[in-house]
């Protein structure tokens, strides 16, 4: 069964500093690879999408990439920002039914 | 832009209510799906459609029941409310085509069972 797993939980970071999300999953037979934004109470915010045959996406200040043969996928933000405060939630698509399954996230703060 | 709308943010029933979430897409997507987000356990599954008429279950099923009458709307339905069902739920929707394209999600719908 697949698994996906977000590590760290928690990270914070003062203003403007680089940092790396990390997200590893099991098995490798996936469609793509989803990193979305939740801010507290509210919904979720689809950021990167990067399909099975990519190894990277880029969106502004965000740069995710995909490394299937290792099970691993990092979210990169540069210069982050106070308003980058929130917790980031890494789904993968795969299964016969191309369902979505979620890491727990890691909650960033970032400090001014 | 893709538009997913869920019928209210907060909702407060009591035990052994049937309780309503509808979710409203305007993408004209096919498939659509209900998640229930708690903490420690993160977004599970608990139904989804592929068209209209047609469901399937999810991770979490149990207590649970949907409808899909029309194409934009998905409706998850509390048969009867109990406390372990208060949670966020999320609705979410996506063009066919299986696991190739990315789900849009709708704000939530905080409910309480008391």
């Known amino acids: 069964k697949q ?5 760290p939980a928690a990270l914070s970071v003062p203003e403007g500093e680089n940092l790396v999300l990390n997200c590893s999953f099991t098995d490798s ?9 939740q801010d507290p109470g509210k919904g979720l915010t689809s950021l990167l ?5 990519q190894r990277e996406q880029t969106s502004g200040r965000l740069n995710a990439s995909l490394d299937k043969s290792s099970g691993r996928s990092t979210l990169y933000i540069a210069a982050s920002q106070p308003g980058d405060s ?16 979620f890491g727990k996230g890691t909650k960033l703060s970032v400090k001014p | 832009d893709v538009k997913v709308t869920q019928s209210s943010r ?22 659509m799906f209900w998640y229930r987000q708690d903490p420690g356990l993160g ?27 029309k194409k934009e709307r998905f409706s998850l339905i509390l048969e ?12 979410a929707s996506r063009t066919q085509g299986g696991g190739f394209y990315e789900q849009y999600f709708g704000p939530g719908t905080r409910l309480t069972v008391t």
Not at chain 1, 30 to 37: D, E, G, P, S, V
Not at chain 1, 49 to 53: A, E, K, M, T, Y
Not at chain 2, 46 to 61: A, R
Not at chain 2, 80 to 91: E, K
Request: charged share 20%; with cysteine.
């Open chain 1, 3 to 7: 698994e996906v797993t977000q590590i």
């Open chain 1, 29 to 37: 037979a996936i469609y793509n690879l989803q990193w979305f934004r």
């Open chain 1, 49 to 53: 999408l990067i399909q099975s045959s």
């Open chain 1, 86 to 101: 929130a917790t980031y939630l890494c789904a993968l698509t795969g299964g016969s039914q191309g369902n979505l399954i």
């Open chain 2, 10 to 31: 907060y909702l407060v029933k009591r035990t052994g209510e049937k309780v309503f979430l509808e979710c409203v897409q305007d993408m004209d997507h096919e498939n």
């Open chain 2, 43 to 69: 977004l599970r599954l608990i139904y989804f459609s592929y068209d209209v008429k047609m469901k399937e279950k999810g991770d979490i099923p149990e207590g649970y029941s949907v409808s899909r009458e």
């Open chain 2, 80 to 91: 009867s409310a109990s406390t372990n069902q208060t949670s966020m739920y999320l609705c």
